[in-house]
């Protein structure tokens, strides 16, 4: 249901874009694109959630297999693709329409994968549902997408809206940008990643009856999560140079200018990656402790009303570039990190006052559900 309705939702939006694009063919071009992948929607939904299902048991391995037919089937689709461009003529419009079209038939196949390897993976025990489980649940999954679904728009608008802000400073600072994206791209999948892994297991410790096992999966992943994110920052700091040269071939327009400020930005980038691994982890440990509900607060106090504002000052009103926007942007991913630490940190302290109140299995439920 969800599915159609961001498809529905998906097509009004490219309506609206050729309707009031100031350039006509531009918007029209968008359009056609988002018209072919409106009809994947459904599929992707599908497959997000059986992901999800699947995260949660013992053999994650599984996951590699949904991720490797995807990739093959995509990789297949682009070759067809690209050798049947090669030899017909098609206008930009087409263009973008078949690439919209492949996207849908990736979305499929991506939940087709999904959906053989949790009906493997699934015990034959399970696979009964009753009505009234099946309504249960579906209210469950409802509530807790909900307050995901908002804290990942929340995300998705703010860095959407980043973007807006760099290209409001130069066409420059926003191919600059777009380069610093690109190298911080793979930190930022394994911090999410690590969010994925400390909701599975702090989760699984809170339905066994283990509140203070759940607290303390929460915290060693906050802290491997730091770690790891400090090397990779090294990593960065010392290869950052080669992967901007490698996104940046030879006679791209004003390719030095554009390399200096996107190293810039990588550096900038590298000193809030701990940051961006402590958030994501607490992020991922709160909603495994059943406390998703706050991770909307941090998102609009740290991203909305800390980070577009001081970017946008820094970035265009100060004149510092996208250097100040990305500051901007790390400030307040710091304040945002720094909320969710104390909400985990808050957890804990009830579960302590619950512990010496009552002899509760699982203590951590006295706190706010979502």
């Known amino acids: 249901m969800l599915g159609l309705v961001a498809t529905l939702a998906l097509v009004a939006s490219a309506w609206s874009l050729r309707a009031l694009s100031v350039d006509g063919n531009a918007g029209s071009d968008a359009a056609n694109y988002l018209y072919g992948v409106a009809p994947g929607l459904p599929f992707l939904l599908v497959a997000v959630c059986y992901r999800g299902i699947i995260s949660l048991q013992p053999d994650v391995k599984r996951l590699t297999g949904v991720a490797a037919a995807t990739v093959a089937v995509k990789a297949l689709l682009a070759g067809v693709g690209y050798a049947w461009l090669s030899r017909h003529s098609i206008s930009a419009r087409g263009g973008l329409l078949l690439c919209g079209v492949t996207t849908s038939t990736a979305f499929i196949a991506m939940a087709a994968a999904a959906w053989l390897t949790r009906c493997r993976s699934m015990p034959q025990s399970l696979r009964a549902m009753t009505p009234d489980a099946t309504i249960h649940d579906a209210q469950r999954i409802f509530r807790r997408g909900l307050t995901i679904g908002l804290t990942a728009a929340l995300q998705a608008g703010f860095f959407s809206l980043v973007a807006f802000v760099c290209g409001a400073c130069s066409p420059v600072d926003l191919a600059a940008h777009q380069v ?46 730091i770690a790891a994110m400090f090397v990779i920052a090294g990593v960065l700091l010392a290869l950052g ?34 940051a961006d691994g402590a958030h994501n982890v607490a992020m991922g440990a709160l909603r495994g402790l059943n406390q998703g509900r706050l991770t909307i607060y941090s998102a609009i106090v740290g991203y909305w009303l800390v980070g577009i504002p001081l970017a946008w000052w820094l970035g265009v009103v100060r004149g510092i570039g996208a250097t100040g926007v990305w500051i901007g942007v790390g400030a307040g991913l710091h304040v945002s990190a720094a909320m969710l630490l104390y909400f985990l940190h808050r957890a804990k302290h009830a579960m302590a006052v619950e512990n010496d109140a009552t002899t509760s299995p699982c203590p951590i439920a006295v706190l706010p559900r979502q």
């Open 180 to 225: 610093a994206n690109q190298c911080t791209l793979l930190p930022l999948m394994l911090a999410f990643g690590m969010s994925q892994a400390a909701a599975t297991l702090t989760s699984g410790a809170l339905g066994a009856q283990s509140g203070r096992m759940a607290l303390r999966v929460g915290w060693e992943a906050v802290y491997f999560a």
């Open 241 to 274: 140079h080669v992967a901007i040269a490698a996104i940046l071939p030879a006679g791209t327009p004003e390719r030095d200018h554009v390399a200096s400020l996107a190293w810039r930005l990588v550096f900038v980038g590298a000193f809030c990656l701990a």
